[in-house]
């Protein structure tokens, strides 16, 4: 994986864990503070509001949170052991970035397993689970309307979960989503933030629906691999404008 380059006299911005009025010293732990750390950590990393290669200080993490370093170094163990953080020597824990060629494999993967998905979903999908389909696509459109880039990319994960889903299926479900976890999209590179591509992202996701409605699996699957797979470059081309804007190098 790649990470960004930094210039070494540089000092890196403060780590924030959440907005500032928001905090966590005084909110009780779930099981254990390593719980807790982790909980806070993965939700920000997924959000997007820790984005990829952003250093995550176990001192600044520890007094942030109120816990000891004990804790935070053992949830960013669990942490990397998901994808979601990687060690470097002289850095330390980062956010886990990943490289061009990470991304299309990302995307090729993703189109085969959620094309296999679509398939199964046209021969398997419900009338209601198929109804709650269109209510999350109508959602979406809605958020399109109000430049809501969160609830838009949010719907999206909505829409391809319950195709996943379709059916009572389980195990691509399962996988899609240890996949979708463990690569979150921050909102600088999603292609949600960029109009022209997401209106064509909400055309397909309506394509889809009317294949899967007429139980033509073979279209669904088409359809959704070639959505997917247009994805990869609106994903790179958002990445490497990122990159190209703050001095870093993709690997």
């Known amino acids: 994986m790649a990470r960004r380059r930094t210039d070494q006299t540089a000092q890196p911005a403060p780590l924030v864990l959440g907005n500032e009025s928001e905090t966590y010293a005084d909110a009780a732990p779930p099981v254990s503070r390593a719980d807790y750390v982790q909980s806070i950590l993965r939700q920000q990393i997924l959000s997007g509001r820790i984005p990829p290669g952003t250093p995550i200080p176990q001192d600044e993490v520890a007094a942030q949170l109120g816990v000891s370093i004990t804790p935070v170094r053992e949830a960013l163990r669990r942490l990397q052991s998901l994808g979601l953080v990687q060690y470097e020597t002289h850095f330390g824990a980062t956010v886990a970035e990943l490289s061009r060629s990470d991304v299309q494999e990302l995307y090729l993967l993703r189109a085969e397993v959620e094309g296999l998905a679509a398939r199964l979903a046209a021969a398997n999908m419900t009338a209601d689970e198929l109804d709650d389909l269109r209510h999350v696509h109508q959602q ?79 279209e669904a699957e088409r359809l959704m691999v070639d959505h997917v797979q247009v ?7 958002a990445t490497t404008k990122v990159a190209e804007s703050d001095g870093t190098r993709i690997g």
Do not use: K, Y
């Not at 195990?171 to 064509?200: C, K, N, T």
């Not at 994805?231 to 081309?237: D, F, K, N």
């Open 231 to 237: 994805a990869i470059a609106e994903r790179i081309e």
């Open 140 to 218: 979406c459109l809605a958020a399109a309307d109000a430049d809501d880039v969160s609830a838009m990319a949010e719907g999206s994960r909505r829409f391809h979960r319950a195709v996943a889903t379709a059916g009572g299926r389980t195990i691509i479900a399962r996988h899609l989503q240890q996949i979708w976890e463990s690569h979150p999209v921050p909102v600088s590179h999603s292609v949600w933030a960029r109009p022209p591509v997401a209106r064509h992202a909400l055309d397909c996701h309506q394509e889809i629906i009317d294949a899967l409605s007429h139980r033509n699996a073979q």
